[in-house]
Structures are given as C-alpha cells and as structure tokens.
C-alpha cells in the first residue's frame, strides 16, 4: 500500500513534468504570462486594495489631468483620469473585475457544454455525430457578433445575460476540438481493452477519452478566454455589454474615443489591459500544450 508521502511526492513530480523547465525556449513566455495573469486576478478579485477613489463618482474641475497628477487633496492620480474626472486607475482596476468575470464565466460554462457535447459525439459516432456537428456548422455559419447583439437587445444586458451570451460563444471550439480527440481516441487499444472487461461507457469516456483530451482542452481554454475577453471588451464598446456607471475596459474604451488627441492615457491603458490578458492567455496554453503533448515534449525540452 503506497504511503500518503509517496502518494504526495508521485502527484509533485507529475506537476513538476507539466511545468515548463526555466531553460526551455518558451518558459519565460509562460511564466511571464502567468504572472501577468495573477496580477490580473488579484486586481479582479480585491480592486478595493489598489484602488483608492470611486470609480464611478465624477469630478469634472479634475477632467483629463495627465498621469502622475497629484490634486490639491493629496490624491494621487497614477494614470491620470478621464472626461467626467474619474481616475482611470481606479476604473481599470475595478474594470478588471467585470472583464475577468464575464470572459471566466462564460469559458467555464461554454466550457461544460461543449466538453460534454463533443465527448458524447465523437465517442457515440452516428446520427448523435452528425447532428451535433450540423449545429455547429449551423453556428458558425453566421457572424457570432451580430447574434449578440441581436440577442442582447432582446434578452438584456444584467450581468447573467452577458454570461450567457458569452458561453454560448465559446462552447463551439470545445466541441469540435474535443469531438475530433474523441473519435480518434476511441480506437485505441486501451479502449477497446477497456470495453472488452465490461467498462461502462461513462466509465470509458471518464477515465480513459477525457483525460486524454486535457492538453488541447488547456489549448483551447487559453484562446478562448481572450477571445470572450474581446468580446465582452467589443459589446460594452458597443454600449450593449456592462451597464454604466459600471466600470468595464470596453465601456471605458468607449467613453475616450472622441478624447484621443486630448486624453492620450484614457484610450492607451485600457487597450494595454485588453492586449495583456490576451496574449497571457494564448502563451499559456501553448506553453501547455507543449508540455503535456507527448509528441511536442521533446521539442521544447
């Protein structure tokens, strides 16, 4: 019987494998970006930590101060602030929240739909195989932009709406990625061994085909978080994403676009943020790939 110790020692050095090694070519890149990623979280998750004014309270005397301006109270204003006197720190930090939360959200929920979809398709074959994949050619066969804001207009945009609208966009790359791993996988001779000693096919599709999916599941997760960034960033730029006075990247995008040759900071920032959680995102789960596919390990090791 293996001791709790090895148990805990076999699980660190699993993970050790997994973590790209500090002298492969693409470790910076991944450490970097999850840096920047935990920074981000940490901003999303306690803003009120960093950020010392009202996002949302207006101050017009302080309009389009330039960044590093200190008022005659003693604020501090790191990145200056915008056209109604709101500090454009506090606004990104608190911005961070409502971007990182729709995008998370609806990953994780596109997420579930579109694991599962595609593991029922591409192990089940048949009809269940070729209806699923009608819907997904049905779905991208049109402009997933102009269905949002259609659907937007029609169901809302409280929080959970934008959620929902966000999943339902980000469920199709899961499917077929995870439809097309399935079918391949489950022709395998451990599969098939599998089924030969009386697996259930839950058991089958659990144990043996989801595992074995992970990696481009990580893949996919990456780009697919920035892409729903974007798009929720493309929505509140729109005025059909989070709902003033609620701070968002998009919205604030927005607000300082007729401002740019006045306000160069209120456009500058909150681009970079959008950019930085993007490309944090995509070089994770590269990064990943590349050390969870067994036949890329060797190249970046």
């Known amino acids: 019987m293996t001791s709790p110790r090895l148990a805990l020692a076999g699980r660190l050095g699993r993970w050790k494998e997994a973590a790209p090694d500090l002298r492969s070519p693409g470790a910076a890149a991944f450490y970097a970006s999850a840096a920047i990623a935990l920074v981000f979280i940490f901003l999303a998750l306690w803003p009120q930590s960093v950020a010392f004014f009202d996002p949302t309270v207006n101050d017009l005397p302080l309009r389009h101060v330039p960044p590093g301006h200190v008022d005659e109270d003693g604020g501090f204003h790191l990145l200056g602030t915008d056209h109604l006197g709101r500090d454009v720190w506090s606004r990104l930090v608190w911005g961070a929240r409502a971007s990182l939360m729709v995008g998370a959200s609806g990953l994780v929920l596109g997420g579930i739909v579109g694991i599962s979809l595609g593991l029922l398709a591409g192990y089940r074959g048949g009809w269940t195989d070729r209806i699923a994949m009608r819907i997904v050619d049905a779905f991208l066969s049109f402009p997933y932009i102009l269905i949002a804001i259609v659907w937007a207009a029609l169901i809302g945009t409280d929080l959970k709406s934008l959620i929902l609208i966000v999943a339902v966009r980000g469920w199709v790359e899961f499917c077929r990625v995870v439809r097309g791993q399935a079918l ?25 085909i989801l595992p074995n999916t992970i990696a481009p599941i990580l893949v996919v997760a990456g780009y697919e978080l920035g892409r729903l960034v974007l798009l929720e960033a493309t929505l509140s730029f729109l005025t059909i994403g989070i709902r003033p006075p609620t701070p968002a990247w998009g919205s604030m995008l927005s607000d300082a676009r007729n401002y740019l040759n006045q306000a160069w900071w209120t456009v500058t920032f909150p681009g970079m943020a959008i950019s930085l959680i993007v490309m944090s995102a995509n070089f994770m ?17």
């Open 285 to 301: 789960g590269d990064s990943l790939r590349d050390r969870l596919d067994p036949m890329l390990r060797g190249r970046t090791q």
């Open 184 to 208: 391949s996988l489950r022709e395998r001779d451990y599969v098939s061994a599998a089924r030969a000693v009386g697996a259930t096919d839950w058991r089958i599709v659990l144990r043996h």
